[in-house]
């Protein structure tokens, strides 16, 4: 009878394991970091073994490749993708229509709308329509087969693309765009129930959902992909170099140096071999900083570019290589040794500045007494001890090892001095 008990007790804990859907939001512009945290969450979801992975969008679009990226990532995730527009009076434009109609289950809140995802690039006049037919046509077959691959409607698809459709939830739903409107994400969780998706019966209904939290290192490259924010970064690193090369000093070519690096990140330059060149980068400038003290100046934005080439370098692909306990330990092991040196070169410049601020040595020397440790004479090869410091002396006459002695001058190391 313990044994049943135990038994249901394991299989009920089983259960509620099983049964939990995770949300991770997709908001703002789609750039490269958005399918790393996609990916992120799907290995989350398939490592927790959950039911299904909700992607709430409210999304004016973004990068072509990011998307075929994220499309990949839903198409192979053994866990159902319920794509989810929201909250009410969200969008998911462009990028975000794409996105939706790949997902296993497309859903939209009230008053939202989907559509406009003809392509578009950047120009220097602005944003500009792609109309090359190679280039349309292959948009337009991509979304026409995931519609197809999900019984949606292929027509309504290439217009997306091709006609710069747009549709609110219940015109989507009448056209076989989606197949749910919810106005909230329980009321969503309870619409989907019984849905058998990838071979998987739904169970949905009234389960716990959680928020996945995208690791330091995503939330960093989130920051960095802001297309605004990247190009502003290489725009200020390249002219901050250019200034910095015509003119003395170091700050300017080192501030430039970090401001590119940043921005060719946030387009999508390898993460690794950034994160790799950051940190050589900023050993450097701390080996300088020792070398030549600039009051800390270097030192600091060294210590600033070791923090940040560890954070990018930091793992994320768990479940199976790297847990999240794994992650936050290599995260520390690897900030810790850039924060104790940068505590002590605070301590270093503190006592350097101390240094600067007295007055000279050799002024203060003059007139003070030292005890003769060697016979002094004038060839200057004896020693006295001043201060508990041994120094070379010499003096116009001979004087006895063990007297006592007034300093009346310095010549390079040697003091001069005469008996009392």
Known sequence: MKAFFLFFILFSLVQAAG???????????????SDDIISEALANAQSSD???LIITMNTPGGGLDETKRILDHIQNSPVPVIGYVYPNGATAWSAGTIILLATDVAAMAPNTIIGSAQPVEMTGEGIKPITEDKIVNAVVALV?????????????AGEFITANLN????????????????GSIEDLLVKVDGMTIKGKVLRTSGVEYTYHSPSMRLNLMGILSNPILASLFLFIGIYSLIFGLTSPGYGAEIFGVIAI??????????????????????????????????FGIIGVAGIACVALGSILLVPTGYPNMYGSEFQTGLLISLLVPAIVFGIFLAIAIYKVMEIRKKKPVIGDIIGDTARTIDEITPEGKGFVR????????????????????VIKGKEGVVLVVEPI
Do not use: C
Request: proline residues 2%.
């Open 50 to 52: 959950a039911q299904a």
């Open 19 to 33: 049964a939990q859907v995770i949300v991770v939001e997709l908001n703002d512009a789609i750039t490269p970091a």
């Open 386 to 405: 001043y201060q508990g410091e041994m120094w070379r002396a010499k003096s116009q006459e001979s004087i006895e090892p063990g007297s006592k002695v």
């Open 261 to 294: 690096s940043l921005g060719l990140i946030g387009l999508g330059f390898s993460i690794n071999v950034a994160g790799l060149f950051l940190i050589a980068f900023g050993i450097g400038l701390l080996l300088f900083e020792l070398h030549v003290s600039t």
């Open 167 to 182: 549709l609110d939830a219940e015109k989507a739903k009448e056209a076989k765009v989606i197949e749910v409107i919810a």
């Open 144 to 156: 026409q087969e995931k519609a197809k691959q999900h019984g949606r409607n292929e027509t309504a």
